[in-house]
């Protein structure tokens, strides 16, 4: 499976964006996604995952209730709405994809995309 990540970009505090993860290959729809994203200077941390149907999903604390991951496995792609963003969101951001049931921490993760740079101004 390759992925390739796109969408970032810079916003204002407040903003919103919408990334989307393009995976090659037939068995996309077999595997969960997940989203991470590491700042300067700092791990790789985990933003949020969705099972191989969309039917289980979590996210991390820091985005619960402004972030929101869905899939189209018709279309081979995992996107990341970003809302009311917030300037500690600025990052790398990662999609991921693994075989297990949800992808939560970088070592489940089979795949990465290159990443898309997400700047958030105050």
């Known amino acids: 499976v390759q992925l390739q990540a796109c969408g970032g970009g810079l916003v204002q505090a407040g903003g919103f964006l919408r990334l989307a993860c393009a995976a090659s290959?037939?068995?996309?729809?077999?595997?969960?996604m997940g989203w991470f994203r590491q700042a300067p200077g700092k791990e790789r941390e985990f933003v949020a995952t969705t099972s191989w149907s969309g039917g289980s999903i979590r996210y991390a604390d820091s985005v619960k209730g402004r972030f929101t991951i869905s899939r189209d496995n018709a279309k081979n792609t995992v996107y990341l709405l970003m809302n009311s963003l917030k300037p500690e969101d600025t990052a790398v951001y990662y999609c991921a994809a693994a075989s297990g049931f949800l992808v939560v921490t970088p070592t489940q993760a089979h795949y990465w995309g290159q990443g898309t740079l997400v700047t958030v101004s105050s």
């Open positions: 290959g037939r068995t996309f729809s077999t595997y969960s």
